[in-house]
């Protein structure tokens, strides 16, 4: 039997159907095809109004961009063509993540619009109406004046898809990363740009996950809290970039979720400190800094930052015979006991 999605969000969702290949196609699955994969898409934004005539858009040439290959994603966001596709589309499940939620976007002529991760504002179109045009972030705005437009999109999208027919890859921006010579480091400023994930809106992103969850009931993979950055991985270390393992896992749950082998609306739980997990051989290969990650394990326990599971489970794969390690390890067990 074979299964068709769309992927409605970022590379957080994107490099999940991947499997964690950055530089794959379509999906790793031979029996899950994807039609769309509609990136640098704010659903709220969505539901707006288009700012421009289409005609206008149409005359954005490549060129004029940073990035040559946004051109098609840029057009779509100003259109306003999400929902069209959507509804529109052959594929019976979507795959969605609200990173683009935590992005600004723009506002011009009474409407709002995604701006494709800045790329508009690089447009000779954006800069013939640069003084009217100003920009805004829903992280920083209060619930009632996006809500209900988040509200509308699943109103819309629901038409076709059922709540079992939907997955949110729920979202945390990372605020660390695994650096090439095994040290857990900060992810540095120049990667929390307007257009980039910033870990200063998780909680926001949370409440809004949350309320999507309890009033639409899809299913969820809440396991990206969990995990970090890779410079191994990754050459960008945007906090939405995270570790292979995030991808291998969150790729079994949706896959496991399509092929209808779980029930399960919340998958929460992760495979840390299971040395047969897929792919632990590969992941041993990286470097790792004990003694620095020590102090940020504590560091992490008494901030109450749920990342430390994380960190202890490498201390107990690089460093198992350390005595302080051997503690934290029982400590771990008595939690889990309680």
Same mark, same amino acid.
């Given at each position: 039997?074979?299964?068709?999605?769309?992927?409605? =969000?970022?590379?957080?969702?994107?490099?999940?159907?991947?499997? =964690?290949?950055?530089? =794959?196609?379509?999906?790793?699955?031979? $029996?899950?095809?994807?039609?769309?994969?509609?990136?640098?898409?704010?659903?709220?934004?969505?539901?707006?109004?288009?700012?421009?005539?289409?005609?206008?858009?149409?005359?954005?040439?490549? !060129?004029?961009?940073?990035?040559?290959?946004?051109?098609?994603?840029?057009?779509?966001?100003?259109? /306003?063509?999400?929902?069209?596709?959507?509804?529109? %589309?052959?594929?019976? *499940?979507?795959?969605?993540?609200?990173?683009?939620?935590?992005?600004?976007?723009?506002?011009?002529?009474?409407?709002?619009?995604?701006?494709?991760?800045?790329?508009?504002?690089?447009?000779?179109?954006?800069?013939?109406?640069?003084?009217?045009? %100003?920009?805004?972030?829903?992280?920083?705005?209060?619930?009632?004046?996006?809500?209900?437009?988040? +509200?509308?999109?699943?109103?819309?999208?629901?038409?076709?898809?059922?709540? $079992?027919?939907?997955?949110?890859?729920?979202?945390?921006?990372?605020?660390?990363?695994?650096?090439?010579?095994?040290?857990?480091?900060?992810?540095?400023? /120049?990667?929390?740009?307007?257009?980039?994930?910033?870990? /200063?809106?998780?909680?926001?992103? %949370?409440?809004?996950?949350?309320?999507?969850?309890?009033?639409?009931?899809?299913?969820?993979? +809440?396991?990206?809290?969990?995990?970090?950055?890779?410079?191994?991985? *990754?050459?960008?270390?945007?906090?939405?970039?995270?570790?292979? !393992?995030?991808?291998?896992?969150?790729? +079994?749950?949706?896959?496991?979720?399509?092929? =209808?082998?779980? /029930?399960?609306?919340?998958?929460?739980?992760?495979?840390?400190?299971?040395?047969?997990?897929?792919?632990? +051989? !590969?992941?041993?290969?990286?470097?790792?800094?004990?003694?620095?990650?020590?102090?940020?394990?504590?560091?992490?326990?008494?901030?109450?930052?749920?990342? *430390?599971?994380?960190?202890?489970?490498?201390?107990?794969?690089?460093?198992?015979?350390?005595?302080?390690?051997?503690?934290?390890?029982?400590?771990?067990?008595?939690?889990?006991?309680?």
């Amino acid at each position: 039997m074979s299964y068709t999605v769309n992927i409605l =969000g970022s590379c957080v969702s994107r490099i999940s159907m991947l499997d =964690g290949d950055t530089k =794959g196609h379509n999906t790793a699955a031979s $029996d899950i095809d994807m039609q769309y994969f509609l990136d640098k898409q704010n659903i709220a934004c969505a539901m707006y109004p288009p700012p421009f005539n289409r005609a206008e858009v149409e005359d954005i040439k490549a !060129e004029e961009l940073w990035d040559k290959t946004r051109l098609r994603t840029l057009k779509q966001s100003l259109n /306003k063509d999400t929902i069209d596709l959507l509804l529109n %589309s052959r594929a019976e *499940w979507i795959v969605m993540d609200l990173f683009d939620m935590q992005t600004d976007f723009a506002v011009y002529n009474n409407t709002l619009f995604s701006t494709c991760a800045h790329e508009f504002m690089n447009t000779r179109l954006c800069q013939k109406n640069a003084a009217d045009i %100003s920009v805004a972030n829903f992280m920083l705005l209060p619930t009632w004046i996006y809500y209900g437009m988040v +509200d509308l999109f699943f109103e819309k999208i629901m038409q076709k898809y059922d709540s $079992d027919h939907i997955i949110l890859n729920c979202f945390r921006a990372n605020n660390y990363y695994l650096s090439k010579n095994g040290r857990i480091e900060v992810i540095p400023d /120049k990667f929390r740009n307007p257009f980039q994930a910033n870990s /200063k809106y998780n909680p926001q992103l %949370s409440e809004l996950e949350n309320y999507i969850i309890n009033k639409y009931n899809p299913y969820v993979i +809440d396991i990206s809290k969990y995990f970090m950055g890779d410079e191994n991985h *990754w050459s960008n270390l945007n906090g939405a970039h995270f570790e292979k !393992e995030f991808y291998r896992e969150s790729f +079994d749950i949706i896959c496991s979720i399509i092929r =209808g082998e779980t /029930k399960n609306k919340y998958h929460s739980e992760t495979r840390l400190f299971n040395t047969e997990r897929r792919g632990f +051989d !590969e992941d041993i290969k990286r470097k790792f800094d004990v003694e620095s990650s020590i102090a940020l394990f504590e560091k992490l326990l008494n901030d109450n930052d749920i990342l *430390w599971l994380n960190v202890l489970d490498k201390l107990n794969t690089y460093a198992q015979d350390d005595n302080r390690v051997k503690q934290y390890m029982k400590f771990l067990e008595n939690s889990l006991g309680n």
